[in-house]
C-alpha cells in the first residue's frame, strides 16, 4: 500500500462517524515533522504530548506516531518536486488525525501551497484557531486575559477559492462585458452600476451546505464548553454583501434553530413524558405546569411587556426557553464584522465561538492572536468530517532552523487541540497547566523573553518543552 513508510506495528486507526473521530485507547497517528524549524520544533512537541498521555493515563492509553514525509523532507525521501507524495495523502486519510510542523512554500513545481492544498485535498472545511492568553505572555493590550476566543474559519469557499481573472485578461474582459451588457442590466436592483474595464475579476462563492457544516461544527464545539462560554457569534459584513455574507448568517440562524432546537424540544419534551406523573389526557403545557412548578408559560402581563416583534419568537421557544432556562442552553447571535473587531478590543469577554466565511476569519484570527501575545503560540486545527490535521499557524523561520532557540509553543498547543479533539482532556490539560506554569515563571524562548519586562534568560526550544512537563503538576 506505500512506497517508502511502513506503519507502526502496534496501533489502531481513528475512524469517523457523523464527523465525530472514535478513538482507540492507542491509535496510530501520522505526524509530517516540517521543514525549517520543524526539526526543532517537532522533537520538542512530541515529547511533550507523550509525557501528558502517560501522565494522565500510566500506560492505559498512548499514541504510536507514524512519521510521513512532506515539504522538504519529502523531496530528499521521494524526489525532485514530490512535496506531497502519494504516501502522505493515503496515510493522512487512512489514519484521520495527522499532526504537522510548517512547510515551506515551495517555488516552482506547480502547487501554490502545501497546507491549501492539503486542506482542500482532504475537504478540510473548518479552520478552528483558539486564542487564549497564558498569564506572563507579553501582549499588546491591557487586559488580554479577557480574550479568550474560538475563531472557526470556513476553509473551502469565499474568494479564498482563487477564482479571479487578471485585469485585461481575455476571459476577464469576456465576463465584465456580460456582466456590464446582459446580467446587471437584467438585474433591477443593480441600477446603472458598470463594472470599470480596467477591474481584475475575483469571485466570492458562499453555499448554504458550506456555511452550515461550519456553523454546525461551531455550535457542537459551544456545546462542550462550560455554560457561561455557550456563545456562537456568526461574523458577516451581511448589510454590504447582502447574498453572500448576509446569506451565512441566515443559514446559520436557519441551522440552529432547526437542528439544534428541535434536539431542545425534544429532550425536554421527552422528559415530561417519561416522567411518572406525567398525565396523557392533558396538554404538555400543563403536565409542565404540574411536574415543574416553576414552569410558567407566557402570561398576558408578560405578553405585553415585550415588543410585538419578538412576541411570536418568544411564544414559540417559551417552553424550552422561558423561565431563564436560556441561560443553559447555546446562544447564537450575530455581529458585523467590523463592529467584532473593534469589540474584541473593547469587550472581548462577550465573545466566545465565532463562526465566520473565509477572509473576515483570516483577519480575525490574526488579530485575536495579536492581543494574546502574538502567532509564536497559536495553535491551529484544520477539520473534516473524515479527517483533521493539527497544525502551527507560523512558518518555517528558516533563520532560526536547527539551532534549537524557536519557540515550540504553537505546535505543542496544536498537540493540545488534537488532544481534546480527541477526547482525551486530561492530557490536554497537563500541556494547558505545565505552558501557563512556564510562562508565569518567565521560564520562554527567545521571542518572549525579549519581550518580558525585566528581560529574562531565554530557554532553548528544548528547554521550554522540559519546563512544560516539569509543570505538569
Ligand atoms: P515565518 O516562518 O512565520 O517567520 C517569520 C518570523 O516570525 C520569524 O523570523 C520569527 O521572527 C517569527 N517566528 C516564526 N515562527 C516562530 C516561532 N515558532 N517562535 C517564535 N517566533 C517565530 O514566516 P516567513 O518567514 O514569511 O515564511 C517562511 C516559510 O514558511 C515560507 O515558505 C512560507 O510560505 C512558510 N509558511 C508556512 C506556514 C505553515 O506551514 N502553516 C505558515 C506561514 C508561512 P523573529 O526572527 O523576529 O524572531
Keep these: 500500500m506505500y512506497e517508502k513508510i511502513t506503519p507502526p506495528s502496534t496501533g489502531t486507526k481513528i475512524t469517523f462517524t457523523n464527523g465525530e473521530p472514535i478513538v482507540p485507547d492507542n491509535p496510530i497517528i501520522p505526524f509530517i515533522r516540517g521543514d525549517g524549524t520543524g526539526v526543532d520544533i517537532w522533537p520538542a512537541t512530541q515529547k511533550v504530548i507523550d509525557a501528558a498521555v502517560q501522565s494522565a493515563y500510566h500506560g492505559q492509553r498512548q499514541i504510536s506516531w507514524f512519521k510521513v514525509y512532506a515539504g522538504d523532507e519529502a523531496c530528499e525521501q521521494y524526489g525532485t518536486y514530490q512535496y506531497l507524495p502519494q504516501d502522505t495523502l493515503t496515510a ?58 474560538l475563531i472557526y474559519r470556513e476553509n473551502t469557499e469565499d474568494i479564498y477559492l482563487g477564482i479571479e481573472w487578471r485585469c485585461g485578461s481575455e476571459i476577464g474582459e469576456r465576463l465584465i462585458n456580460l456582466l456590464n451588457n446582459e446580467l446587471i442590466p437584467a438585474t433591477p436592483e443593480h441600477g446603472n452600476k458598470r463594472i470599470p ?145 473593534q469589540q474584541l478590543q473593547t469587550r472581548p469577554d462577550e465573545y466566545s465561538v465565532l463562526a465566520t466565511m473565509n477572509l473576515n476569519g483570516d483577519y480575525l484570527s490574526d488579530a485575536a492572536a495579536a492581543i494574546v501575545g502574538g502567532l509564536g503560540m497559536a495553535p491551529g486545527a484544520n477539520i473534516g468530517d473524515e479527517c483533521a490535521i493539527f497544525e502551527a499557524t507560523h512558518g518555517t523561520a528558516p533563520k532560526h532552523a536547527g539551532l534549537d532557540r524557536i519557540n515550540p509553543g504553537s505546535v505543542i498547543l496544536s498537540g493540545v487541540m488534537m488532544l481534546e479533539f480527541m477526547g482525551w482532556q486530561e492530557a490536554a490539560d497537563l500541556i494547558k497547566q505545565g505552558t501557563g506554569a512556564a510562562i508565569a515563571k518567565g521560564e520562554v524562548t527567545y521571542d518572549l523573553a525579549r519581550l518580558i519586562e525585566p528581560p529574562v534568560e531565554p530557554l532553548k526550544c528544548s528547554e521550554f518543552a522540559q519546563a512544560i512537563i516539569k509543570h505538569f503538576n
Design 92 to 149: 493522512i486519510k487512512e489514519y484521520g488525525i495527522t499532526i504537522k510542523g510548517p512547510l515551506t512554500t515551495p517555488v516552482g513545481g506547480g502547487i501554490r501551497s502545501l497546507n491549501v492544498a492539503l486542506r482542500q485535498i482532504n475537504d478540510l472545511y473548518a479552520c478552528v484557531r483558539p486564542c487564549r492568553y497564558y498569564p506572563g505572555t507579553p501582549s499588546p493590550h491591557k487586559y488580554p486575559e479577557k480574550l479568550d476566543v
Design 197 to 341: 474595464l480596467d477591474a481584475g475579476i475575483g469571485i466570492k462563492p458562499i453555499s448554504k451546505n458550506g456555511s452550515q457544516r461550519l456553523v454546525r461544527r461551531a455550535i457542537k464545539h459551544a456545546l462542550r464548553l462550560p455554560t457561561q462560554k455557550q456563545i456562537v457569534t456568526l461574523v458577516h459584513k451581511g448589510n454590504i454583501m447582502k447574498y453572500t455574507e448576509g446569506a451565512f448568517r441566515d443559514w446559520g440562524y436557519e441551522l440552529a434553530t432547526s437542528e439544534f432546537r428541535l434536539e431542545c424540544v425534544t429532550e425536554r419534551e421527552s422528559w415530561i413524558l417519561s416522567n411518572k406523573e406525567h398525565d396523557p389526557d392533558i396538554s404538555f403545557e400543563e403536565n409542565a405546569r404540574q411536574i415543574e412548578p416553576g414552569y410558567n408559560a407566557l402570561t398576558p402581563q408578560k405578553q405585553a411587556e415585550i415588543c410585538r416583534e419578538v412576541e411570536g419568537v418568544l411564544n414559540n421557544i417559551w417552553t424550552t426557553h422561558g423561565n431563564g432556562q436560556w441561560k443553559d442552553k447555546v446562544m447564537v447571535n450575530d455581529r458585523i464584522a467590523d463592529s467584532v473587531f
